[in-house]
């Protein structure tokens, strides 16, 4: 079993877990009332929100008697009551429609679906406004964009990104080019109204086998943002990009502004970037000297809006403990040994993380959030030869990561934990984080005994239905961390999902909870300090 250091509030009384026994002023947790869901059918996402009511998208999978998905609106109340479910018919002209999105903007409900022509090698994208007491689509199905007959990696045809403050939607999708020639990428931007803003065609500035766009993003003043890695042709056989290049588009100009950031010699594992209300780009993310699945520090870049010039540039190795923290008391020691040789290969690297949030600060740091994560597959063979598969997901442990203005690691925090599931894509796996003030908390599903004050400590327990809590980490602004359990789910009949959740105000966070076909919603409120 790994070994993990855990803050843990001990002792605690699994009898105290419950709403009532939480003390004033520390983060409570209430549950809305109980209902049934259509079987077979989960929830999507949360859609939206006002002061009184929250939008569900439900989706409920395909059956026997049935060879496509089902789509249902949902509208609770902020009390958690079911006030209105409304499937949604997706078909137009008795051909039948993908979904793309739901959308909630400006108070209003929009319905995105696509239609694959075969005959004209081409998809297109359909808005319809959706009622907000019905739900129900309204008018008739406007075409507000289409693209060539491809779907991207989550099985749909387009693209759809908001930008911070919701004003402003991108829909992109690849436009495919011929073998040796730079990629082509279609772009529309749309105001909260769903109307066009501009659109147009562009053209990477490099062949396919040479640049890979890794991340794309609208701004709150509809300029559009990609970030793409660069290969020398002898190199991206090996992924090792020369460099990164942000390219922004904007509308009426010819070509687009580059951004260029040099990588030294150092290999990054994984970035992702933001837009400051400066205009400056902040780029951060980790750094290897070993391959494309481990860590061994942060890189960070700030971009200078007028300039495109790079103000700071750091690469910041994590302190040895961080990395080590993990490993066994040998494992450690061959860390060491390999680090006083100047043995890259052998030396200690975070593995397998996954960079989920970079939050900037208002001095100018940041924030980055990753989470271990990893798919692993297992092979039965059986005696008439055929083979069964199954996929283990893994959802391990969280670091956070806070920079200052110049670049410099000011404190990093490991939240242990260790979630792993069968065939199901982590349903219940994962975390939900909120935002309060000067405070980061995350809930996640644990393990009750690692939580025992008569467990042997040093030892995390991975998350198991049957002994289910949903466990709190907060951490504060000087780095110092608190994990409490928050609610035994043991014998509750829910289980919360916490990677569907949302923050919906400035100190409550909303936690979906199912089990079957029972749905609960939760709220966690914060204290105010």
Known sequence: MKKRSRYLLLPLL??????????????????????RSPSNSTLEKVVGFTPAEIYFLRVKNPSAFANRDKIYMERFTREGKLQHSEEIVLSLEKKDLTLEDVLFLKNRLYLLTSYANQSHEKNYLFLQNLSERQMRPTGSAKKIA?????????????????????????VYNQVPSAPKEPERFSLHVFDEQMELIWERDVMLPYPDEQMAIREYRVDDEGRVYLLGAVYDQNLRSRRLPTHYLVLEYRPGDLAPVEWKISLDENFISDLTFRIAKSGDLICSGFYSEKDAESAKGICYFRLDAATRRVLTQTWQPFDFEFRTEDLSNRGRQRALDAEQAG???????????NLDELVLRTDGGALLVAEQYYVHESYQRFWDGTMQVSYFYHYNDLIVVNIQP????????????????????????????ATVRDRLYFLYNDNSRNFDPEARPGRTRAFSGSQAVIALAEVRKDGSLSTVPLYLQQGASIMARPRIARQIGGRTLLLPGEWGRNIRLGYVSFPSQ
């Open 406 to 433: 110049s670049g410099a690691i000011e404190w990093t925090v490991r939240i242990p934990k260790e979630q792993v599931s069968i065939d199901d894509g982590g349903y219940f796996s994962s975390y939900a984080m």
């Open 343 to 353: 043995n890259q290969r052998q030396s200690a690297e975070l593995l397998r993380y």
């Open 146 to 170: 289409e693209g060539p007959l491809a779907k991207n990696r989550y099985g749909r045809a387009f693209d759809i990104q908001l930008s911070a403050d919701s004003s402003k939607v991108l």
């Open 14 to 35: 699994f009898a105290a877990l419950h709403l009532h026994a939480q003390e004033p002023e520390q983060p409570a947790l209430k549950w809305g009332p109980s209902f």
